[in-house]
């Protein structure tokens, strides 16, 4: 549960943007989307790999 403290000058829209902030640091949309489907462990290391080679080679300035 997220709490927002907002004192009572505060305006409600800059207590929307510290929550939509806090939202997003704790991840939580991020966390459901994974849940949604199950994916084997070896596909989950699959794309890491490639996902490391794809920026390194960006990185090098190799990419085709």
Request: glycine share 2%; net charge positive; with cysteine.
């Amino acid at each position: 549960m997220l709490i927002i403290d907002s004192k009572d000058c505060e305006n409600i829209d800059k207590a929307l943007k510290k929550y939509k902030k806090k939202f997003e640091k704790s991840r939580v949309l991020l966390h459901l989307r994974e849940r949604q489907c199950f994916t084997k462990p070896s596909i989950k290391r699959r794309t890491e790999v490639l996902k490391a080679v794809y920026k390194q080679q960006m990185a090098a300035g190799k990419f085709d």
